[in-house]
């Protein structure tokens, strides 16, 4: 059988360590660990992936480290550094860089309410504006606050409509070659500069008094923005429960499909994206204003804000440095790609993915880093065109360790076993805690780039991709076993 050239250098390994790599990570005592280099374990970690994956690793010293004769700089290993590669979520490490450079950590986003009429005591007459900025950690909570400053101000009645104001990015709600098959999940959530609890709707089942009826579905904060085409069935209570979700194409209807067992335990909190989030998120408010005694005549429609409309109320989000780790720790799609629009602003409004993607590479241009083998087609990697080269992610993880935002983008990273993305990787093994890093999924995708002292004291940026993957044995093991080996490299 005839290998690929790429995978010939794979071959050669110590047959022992080899054959041991063949199961989980590998665990080593200090001893064990110093008999080989850590090319060998690196590369016997990768001879798992066998013949048909693709893949790209990494290795540099950011300091010289405690001994004599090493550099900042030093390559530690590197295979298939210029490999173009889909980097799934470890894009969002371009994205999170470059919105702290550019627009700084303390970066804020501002969601406003505008009278557009004139006041009459108690009463506005004319519009009532919801004005988004691109806030993508905006919640229900931050719309309460809204509601609660339109109260004070004393508006009891808006005798005209409330209108949607979204206009500060574009109007292409989903990412440049998403899957059409995710857009009912919450990872690929519509894209608004109005956005509010991610733009999902999270809904209960619970099953009927008797077998054969049709569940109740509970859907919450927003009951009736989503209309309910299809129920799980409820059955006997020795069947097993399975329930799935789909909401149809370009509609608010959702078909909940599957069986509930009678007598059996709730199913809670299941996410499911909404159309035309800048109108659910003024459905909400509106919703939130009605309790507070403030009531609506007209209907919600999305609108650019009147010339002359006067600011009611206001809410600033959080700073970019504490938003970078809501982003980053759970790997969220949403605010990766209003971000992403959010840098298109600094070229021109409305803010758009494409002028984004281009601030970020340039970006990435200014910092000396070689972009030939980098596409930026969203913000958040769920995009099957974006590419990233190992060489790439691992000169941004050096630049970012010496940008005075340095703090706010490690910070933003999952600590290997401990949170995020990585809470249930390698507990009880010494890369728990030891890992700071950015994962990344998709189907036949996995990524793990990031940080780590070895026990020789050096400290380091890395970058694992792997595309192409196929069987049962998990490319997340390869990362596991190569981040452990880089802990114990001495």
Avoid: H
Wanted: glycine share 10%; charged share 25%; net charge positive.
């Amino acid at each position: 059988m005839k290998l690929s050239r790429r995978f010939l250098p794979l071959l050669v390994v110590p047959a022992a360590l080899a054959w041991c790599e063949l199961g989980g990570p590998l665990l080593l005592g200090p001893a064990q660990a110093q008999e080989f280099t850590l090319s060998d374990r690196i590369n016997a970690a990768l001879l798992r992936l066998g013949p048909y994956a693709t893949c790209a690793v990494r290795v540099v010293a950011l300091d010289g480290g405690p001994g004599e004769g090493g550099r900042p700089g030093e390559v530690l290993y590197e295979r298939n550094p210029d490999l173009s590669l889909s980097p799934a979520s470890n894009m969002k490490l371009v994205t999170t860089a470059a919105a702290l450079a550019k627009l700084g950590p303390d970066y804020r986003f501002t969601t406003e309410v505008l009278s557009a009429g004139k006041r009459d005591e108690s009463s506005l007459n004319g519009d009532l504006v919801l004005r988004g900025g691109g806030d993508s950690s905006l919640e229900t909570p931050g719309l309460a606050d809204l509601a609660d400053q339109v109260r004070k101000a004393g508006i009891r009645t808006i005798r005209g409509d409330l209108l949607a104001d979204d206009y500060r990015y574009d109007a292409e709600r989903l990412g440049n070659g998403w899957n059409s098959d995710d857009e009912p999940f919450y990872y690929s959530a519509q894209i608004s500069a109005l956005s509010v609890n991610r733009n999902v709707l999270q809904f209960d089942v619970a099953p009927a008094m008797e077998v054969g009826q049709p569940a109740r579905v509970t859907l919450k904060p927003l009951s009736d923005y989503l209309q309910i085409l299809e129920r799980p069935t409820s059955v006997a209570a020795t069947e097993t429960t399975r329930v799935s979700v789909t909401r149809e194409r370009a509609r608010n209807e959702i078909r909940v499909r599957g069986r509930i067992a009678v007598g059996g335990e709730l199913i809670r909190n299941r996410d499911v994206s909404v159309e035309e989030p800048e109108l659910f998120t003024a459905a909400l408010f509106r919703k939130l204003l009605e309790e507070r005694g403030v009531q609506v005549k007209g209907k919600i429609r999305r609108a650019r804000t009147p010339e002359g409309a006067e600011v009611l109320a206001s809410r600033k989000s959080p700073q970019l440095s504490e938003m970078a780790a809501l982003l980053n720790k759970p790997s969220d799609n949403l605010m990766a790609e209003m971000l992403l629009k959010e840098l298109g602003t600094t070229v021109r409004l409305p803010g758009t993915a494409s002028n984004g993607g281009d601030v970020a590479e340039a970006w990435l241009k200014s910092e000396g880093i070689e972009t030939g083998g980098v596409a930026i087609n969203d913000g958040s990697g769920l995009s099957r065109q974006d590419l990233l080269t190992a060489r790439v992610v691992t000169e941004l993880l050096a630049r970012a360790d010496r940008a005075p935002w340095k703090p706010a983008f490690v910070a933003s990273l999952p600590v290997m076993g401990v949170d995020g993305t990585l809470r249930n990787r390698m507990k009880a093994t010494r890369a728990e805690g030891a890992i700071v890093a950015k994962t990344g999924s998709l189907a036949y995708v996995s990524a793990l780039g990031g940080y780590t002292t070895t026990a020789g004291g050096r400290r380091v940026a890395f970058s694992v991709l792997i595309n192409n993957y196929r069987g049962a044995l998990s490319a997340k093991r390869v990362e596991d076993t190569i981040a452990l080996a880089l802990v114990e490299a001495r």
